[in-house]
């Protein structure tokens, strides 16, 4: 059975959640604030062994496989049964909504090692939905008053981060072009060059997220995270947020943070390369040696919203703000947008080629 | 005896030929020189009466004549009308300006050609454009017709000169509207598809990223190895296409004075 936390108010017994104002943990029902320390340790020297044993005792046996990639906890205020997908790390309890946080999900090699705390809170992320939505003249006028928003929730999105180093030899093929004039002919001078370069550069933590759960567009669009926040893990951070352990391994999201690795060096050694009006590249020759890989949780604020019938999703980064997310176009606007500026372009040019 | 009067006939047609050409010269000969005989002597009377119009409208300041030959004696069309106009004495003012039209019904050519002011009034363009309407009115017969056409362009051309400053030229040339109009309808669709899939852009903000360049460590680049090695060059030339930039061109005559114009076929 996995073992489940919930952080309580030394004061009052209550919940207590991680309060993202304050990075402290904060007792929502009698404003007292703790110390990450201090509450890690009061729930250490205060868990008593067994206490729970008695609502843990599973009344009905399943079937072989019924139970895969399921998990059922039993909340520790309320008793409810609380099932849960085999990632879920923490959440909230459904019948008295207590933040709750699946300790045994960070057991052993699977712990985290770093965190970056929430800085944005949910009304934060509300305002910043409205804010995303002004100004955007091709979005359709009742979007931002019809759409509801469906679901809110602050997710700690697992990531592993790459340290990296590349090194390169990469070729091109350079022409630099000189054109004069002499008489009636026009001369053009092609001097081709061949440009080596070869040497290192270095990468720490490029990040991939290690949730199916997450769309790949939603978690990339809103890097990059400030790692001067970054913390050491612990499992009260999460309290008060979703989190979900990794469900893609560090090996398989390798690909992915190789692949961006890759680019940037090109277009690092690309940039070493100036002075010419042509620069193909020949061949490219890069060796990745990773380095450390870290295991990390990044705040994200996820947001569904439906309008017309249709779910639309944002993402905002929990730490610097940023929000992204795809909008639906007003098609008419579009095309009158198309029109209006197609017309008056070509009055305009046609009046100015007619003038002079 | 017979010496005697040989030399009086000579020395009578010597000074014949010089009074003509004193009398040409003061009243600046005919200007209508039908030597091909294209004209009627009433049609010939009205130009004539035509361009005397002109010229007292501009105040002597441009002659205009009009020749007609059936040969031009081996001489090119341009030759000999920059001939026929310095040696006839045509031309006012200290420049000689005018302009002349030469028919030569031998060979179907027309050709123009300016003197003095008459250069910078009738550009290249100004000429080609007065000899392709007179070429039309040759090529039909209708002589008188085209010597009207080429007096009342004169006239059209040194006006413009005489109240602008500026010639007729290139700049005039009237527009080609259909095309002007494909070609801002081109740069109106460009500048439409720029700005709808600009604004476009902003609604599709949940896009991977193409790099890694925010997590490259400060500094850690390292250049151990960086050659810029020169290969060959090559030279190509590409003889430059005169621009038509419009203007008067011009040449020397036989005589020495600078003569503009130019001329085609019929």
């Not at chain 1, 001097?191 to 990468?203: E, K």
């Not at chain 1, 929990?318 to 372009?345: C, E, H, I, R, S």
Request: charged share 25%; hydrophobic share 35%; aromatic share 12%.
């Amino acid at each position: 059975m996995a073992a489940l936390t919930e952080y309580k108010c030394p004061c009052c017994g209550g919940a207590i959640e991680f309060n993202s104002n304050t990075q402290n943990m904060k007792c929502p029902y009698c404003d007292t604030e703790f110390e990450i320390e201090a509450i890690k340790e009061y729930c250490e020297a205060s868990n008593d062994v067994g206490d729970d044993l008695s609502w843990n005792t599973p009344d009905s046996e399943w079937s072989a496989g019924e139970q895969d990639g399921m998990k059922i906890y039993t909340c520790k205020s309320c008793g409810g049964q609380i099932v849960a997908d085999e990632n879920t790390a923490a959440s909230a309890c459904p019948y008295c909504d207590n933040p709750i946080v699946m300790t045994g999900q960070f057991d052993g090699g699977l712990k985290p090692d770093l965190i970056i705390p929430f800085k944005i809170d949910k009304n934060g992320a509300k305002s910043a939905l409205e804010k995303y939505l002004k100004g955007k003249f091709l979005l359709p006028k009742s979007f931002s008053n019809e759409n509801r928003i469906e679901e809110i929730k602050g997710v700690y999105v697992p990531f592993w981060l790459y340290d990296c180093d590349a090194d390169a030899y990469i070729r091109y093929r350079a022409t630099k072009v000189r054109t004069w004039k002499a008489g009636d002919y026009l001369y053009t001078e092609t001097s081709h060059f061949l440009i080596v370069r070869n040497g290192g550069i270095s990468f720490e933590k490029v990040p991939v997220d290690g949730s199916t759960k997450m769309p790949d567009e939603l978690s990339e669009a809103i890097e990059p995270y400030n790692y001067g926040d970054c913390t050491k893990f612990e499992t009260a951070y999460l309290a008060g947020y979703m989190a979900d352990k990794y469900d893609v391994d560090a090996e398989a999201s390798e690909k992915r943070a190789n692949e961006r690795i890759r680019k940037s060096t090109q277009e690092e050694f690309r940039n070493t390369v100036i002075g010419y009006d042509t620069v193909i590249p020949e061949a490219a020759n890069i060796r990745l040696k990773s380095g450390k890989i870290r295991y990390a949780l990044m705040p994200v604020w996820m947001l569904n919203t439906k309008y017309k019938g249709e779910m639309y999703s944002f993402s905002m980064n929990g730490q610097t703000g940023k929000f992204v997310g795809n909008l639906p176009t007003d098609k008419g606007k579009f095309w009158g947008l198309f029109a209006g500026v197609f017309a008056g372009v070509t009055a305009l040019a046609f009046a100015v080629q007619a003038l002079l | 005896m017979k010496i005697k009067k040989l030399f009086s006939v000579f020395l009578s047609v010597i000074i014949c030929a010089a009074l003509t050409s004193v009398t040409a010269f003061a009243e600046n000969a005919d200007k209508v020189a039908d030597n091909a005989d294209l004209l009627s002597d009433s049609e010939e009377k009205r130009l004539e009466s035509d361009i005397m119009d002109i010229i007292e409208k501009y105040n002597y300041g441009y002659d205009i004549v009009v020749v007609t030959v059936n040969s031009t004696q081996g001489k090119s069309p341009e030759a000999f009308a920059d001939d026929y106009y310095d040696y006839n004495g045509y031309g006012y003012d200290s420049e000689g300006s005018g302009l002349l039209l030469l028919v030569d019904m031998g060979n179907r050519k027309w050709h123009i050609s300016t003197k003095g002011k008459g250069i910078r009034a009738f550009t290249d363009y100004g000429i080609d454009c007065i000899g392709e309407t007179v070429a039309d009115g040759l090529g039909s017969g209708d002589y008188c017709g085209a010597f009207s056409d080429f007096i009342s362009l004169s006239d059209k051309y040194i006006n413009k000169y005489e109240t602008d400053g500026k010639p007729y030229d290139i700049g005039d040339k009237p527009k080609n509207y259909a095309v002007i109009f494909l070609i801002s309808a081109g740069i109106g669709l460009i500048a439409a598809f720029i700005v709808c899939f600009a604004m476009k852009s902003q609604l599709k903000t949940a896009v991977r990223q193409v790099n890694a360049r925010s997590y490259i460590s400060k500094g850690s680049m390292n250049i151990k190895y960086a050659r810029d090695i020169f290969l060959y060059r090559n030279v190509t030339a590409a003889k430059i296409e005169s621009s038509d930039g419009g203007g008067s061109s011009t040449h020397t005559s036989s005589s020495g004075s600078t003569h503009g114009g130019g001329g085609g076929s019929f």
